[in-house]
């Protein structure tokens, strides 16, 4: 008789005052996978009731800290900014001497700090309490503008929908890129973003957003055209400098990155529609031939045109 794998077992930890939001992403990544590769439970200090930081709303669970005993990976979802509970945070280091992989969500990364599990590393937060985090932890390099940061055995995402994109990455390194999109397909939602890509940061003051704006505009209404750098830069009546400088503050990333960025949305949009063949994916998005756009789709996504397409339209 064959046997079959053992499951992986995600245990999501709930610390008090939890964010609902990203509780529910790792929930339904991991609990209703539908392929019977994961067994997810939910645990909290004690179990019982739970705060989260959506008003009116508590959670009843049963499991209790002893659940990450039995864990292959565990993830924190964010919680109201504060000590964590000091037998949540040894917890948490038993796991993590044990080798159980450990994610953290928005600012469940300041319980992983707090547990000591990301000093010396790399990690990402919310953009709004990256300051704090680093402040609070200067052992930490945190790095505000991307999305998830894989260190190996620690992974950390920024805020909210950074949590999904970090939970279907992980399906994508335990199961291979296909398996991710097929997740993000049953999930509607587009596997877009890698965890290089910037967090969306409003800064800046009125007047450089709404020059910046007429740029973004242009460009997202050309991208079917050969774009420069020089070309924005003129549609923004800037230098190409300032139009560097801008970019950087702005996306945290170099004009000629986000265009190509745009254009890869624009692509991923255009394969699920179906109906397009890829050489006219690359025509319409400025990519050029289909050659190029296989070769900028498999360094930003690890997966093809033809295979993002396959898994968006069955």
Not at 240 to 259: K, V
Request: contains cysteine; aromatic residues 6%; glycine residues 8%.
């Amino acid at each position: 008789m064959r046997k079959h794998p053992a499951k992986h077992r995600v245990v999501v930890l709930a610390l008090p005052r939890v964010v609902a939001f990203d509780l529910t992403i790792a929930t339904q990544v991991f609990g209703h996978e539908g392929h019977g590769r994961y067994a997810m439970t939910v645990c909290a200090v004690d179990g019982g009731s739970v705060s989260t930081t959506t008003a009116g709303l508590e959670l009843t669970v049963a499991a209790t800290l002893g659940a990450l005993d039995d864990a292959d990976t565990v993830i924190v979802p964010g919680f109201r900014r504060g000590p964590a509970p000091p037998r949540a945070l040894e917890a948490l280091r038993h796991a993590h001497r044990r080798g159980v992989r450990i994610a953290s969500i928005c600012t469940g990364a300041f319980a992983l700090a707090q547990a000591g599990l990301l000093d010396g590393r790399r990690a990402t937060t919310h953009w709004a309490h990256a300051d704090a985090l680093a402040q609070e932890h200067p052992g930490i390099v945190v790095d505000a503008s991307a999305l998830y940061i894989d260190e190996g055995e620690v992974i950390t995402s920024a805020g909210l929908a950074a949590g999904l994109d970090m939970c279907l990455y992980l399906v994508g390194r335990d199961h291979g890129q296909a398996a991710a999109i097929q997740r993000a397909r049953h999930m509607v939602t587009p596997l877009h973003r890698a965890g290089g890509q910037a967090q969306f940061i409003p800064v800046g003051v009125p007047g450089e957003d709404d020059e910046l704006a007429e740029v973004i505009t242009w460009a997202s209404s050309n991208l079917h055209r050969p774009i420069t750098v020089a070309d924005l830069a003129r549609q923004g009546v800037m230098s190409s400098r300032t139009l560097h400088r801008s970019f950087r503050t702005r996306f945290r990333m170099s004009p000629r990155a986000w265009l190509i960025q745009q254009r890869l949305r624009a692509a991923c949009a255009l394969l699920e529609n179906g109906g397009i063949t890829i050489d006219e994916v690359a025509r319409r998005t400025g990519l050029g031939t289909a050659t190029n756009l296989r070769a900028h789709f498999q360094r930003a996504f690890a997966t093809t045109p033809t295979a993002y397409r396959r898994a968006f339209t069955q």
